[in-house]
């Protein structure tokens, strides 16, 4: 019976190339990088022999193609990008330092990103209930508060519930640029021509039986120091009393859900951050 030699029926990997080695048709071997296969049975000639060899897979060029970045990148941190002409590199930024794209066209860059606009933001709560007539009391008062610096400014808002009679009593935000020694008014001059507009407040009577009343006011304070600073919402009552937290006849069975928070909420900005700082618009 006769017999048929199909010879190598696959091609057989050999290595790294060696000058004194025999090679064969279907020999597979590396040389420099790059792959080769062996196209003519012969010893000692080299893989750069087109009669001999045929390269299979070729090496990038370093540096340019993502083969090799060795010689780009250099130091731990270092980041690759493609600029107007190839693969560039980009050194370790600073410590906390965020990565930024320059838009179509431009390279990245490291960069530091300035803080929020927003510093600090405070929430003063009282449970305390009041009835007092003809005097202006602090409900609600902050602690010490320690400006970031003097550009500073306090976006302030109150709120408070109770019941009146006839004409009722005005919410008033009061400020101390000495910890709390000294309060003035935020919002109010001396006449209604001196008035300072920097904040506002308003009482919304609701006419029903019990007189109820809700208080708001709001501002914004620029006290241009780093020293110690207090806020309060105050309430000033007229000659009719005004009760705080409770109603006229504060039946604890029937008006228990009048009694509950009175808050005084306090948000620094920081005047600097924009061009355009919180402030006040007179009108």
């Not at 048929?4 to 080695?21: D, E, M, Q, S």
């Not at 070729?58 to 993502?66: I, P, R, W």
């Amino acid at each position: 019976m006769a017999t048929l030699n199909l010879g190598r029926i696959k091609p057989v990997f050999r290595g790294a190339y060696a000058g004194g080695t025999a090679y064969v048709v279907d020999d597979i071997v590396t040389s420099g990088g790059e792959t080769f296969i062996c196209i003519q049975a012969s010893t000692g000639n080299a893989t750069s022999s087109a009669s001999h060899w045929t390269k299979l897979a070729e090496k990038g060029t370093n540096g340019s193609n993502g083969t090799d970045l060795t010689s780009t990148l250099t130091t731990q941190g270092d980041i690759v990008y493609r600029d107007g002409s190839g693969l560039a590199r980009l050194g370790y930024g600073t410590a906390g330092q965020v990565l930024q794209t320059g838009g179509s066209g431009a390279n990245p860059a490291w960069t530091t990103v300035a803080g929020g606009a927003v510093k600090n933001v405070y929430l003063f709560q009282e449970k305390s209930d009041y009835d007092f007539a003809n005097t202006t009391t602090k409900i609600v008062t902050s602690s010490s508060i320690s400006p970031v610096s003097t550009a500073s400014r306090f976006i302030i808002q109150g709120q408070a519930h109770g019941a009146t009679q006839d004409d009722g009593g005005a919410p008033v935000l009061q400020v101390s640029s000495d910890n709390g020694s000294s309060y003035s008014t935020l919002h109010e001059g001396n006449s209604s021509g001196s008035r300072t507009r920097s904040g506002g407040g308003a009482g919304f009577w609701r006419g029903d039986g019990d007189n109820a009343i809700e208080f708001q006011a709001w501002g914004i304070w620029h006290p241009n120091t780093t020293n110690n600073v207090k806020f309060a919402l105050a309430i000033r009552a007229t000659s009719n009393s005004v009760k705080i937290n409770r109603t006229h006849n504060d039946n604890n069975t029937a008006h228990a859900g009048y009694r509950g928070i009175l808050s005084l909420l306090v948000t620094e900005v920081d005047g600097s951050a924009t061009s355009t700082a919180p402030s006040v618009i007179q009108v």
